[in-house]
């Protein structure tokens, strides 16, 4: 009990020096352009592939599993939708780049404390949390919102290349069942959700990379434990996220 304690205490204490006033601003915005590259724009090309078969299984199981002569034929479409809008686009595929990003972060900055280079920046006189944690969480909580758009719009058109070219139902029952009763407020709730999910994958990670003691298996151990901590933390704020914004 007592070392989660300590744990949270820690990445309290880390966050503060993160969010302390940065000495040069030009010097921050250079890190977070790179960051907006390194953690946002390199993962358009996974989430595209994913939310693309994802949203033409979606498709087929709905088809298969829930097709009756009492049922709309449309309702495939909806249903594909609304788990697109409410779940896959924000909270599974921010899953999906904890894995990525955040092992990434992790043993970026672990590898950094190893070698002793966060050492020379402090030395250096430089807020070394700051610097290289700050511009991580806004480059990704910056990029978050068009990965999800990029999600829903490859797992629709991984819905209709389904519809198209494997034959099992009509395109426009599908399309008509897409735009059934859309709710706006979904895609700003997927949007809202992502932000946070965003912000526990960068912070999380970059702390457990921060804090490495040790060697090079010590990194590893840091972005396996980044992974698995940030993974828990999406899945428990999904709960109450969900609960505060749809209940």
Request: aromatic fraction near 14%.
């Amino acid at each position: 009990m007592i070392r989660p304690i300590s744990i949270l205490g820690k990445y309290v204490i880390l966050m503060g020096r993160v969010f302390s006033r940065p000495e040069r601003i030009r010097m921050y915005f250079k890190q977070y352009v790179n960051e907006l590259f390194q953690l946002g724009i390199n993962s358009i090309g996974i989430v595209l592939l994913i939310s693309f078969f994802i949203g033409a299984v979606i498709c087929i199981q709905i088809k298969l599993n829930i097709e009756s002569p009492w049922m709309p034929r449309f309702v495939v479409g909806y249903t594909t939708r609304e788990i697109l809008l409410l779940e896959f686009s924000s909270a599974i595929m921010c899953l999906i780049l904890a894995g990525k990003v955040g092992s990434n972060i992790a043993s970026e900055i672990g590898t950094m404390r190893v070698t002793q280079q966060i050492d020379a920046l402090e030395i250096m006189g430089i807020n070394s949390a700051s610097y290289l944690i700050l511009p991580k969480i806004l480059g990704l909580m910056t990029m978050i919102p068009f990965l999800v758009i990029f999600s829903i719009f490859a797992g629709i058109v991984g819905a209709f290349c389904t519809a198209w070219f494997a034959g099992i139902m009509n395109a426009t029952d599908l399309e008509y069942g897409l735009q059934y009763c859309f709710i706006e407020w979904y895609i700003w709730c997927s949007f809202i959700k992502s932000l946070f999910f965003a912000f526990i994958i960068a912070s999380v990670s970059a702390y457990f990379g921060y804090t490495v003691e040790g060697g090079s298996i010590s990194v590893g151990k840091a972005s396996t434990n980044a992974v698995v901590s940030s993974s828990v933390l999406i899945l428990f704020s999904d709960l109450i996220l969900t609960q505060l914004l749809m209940g």
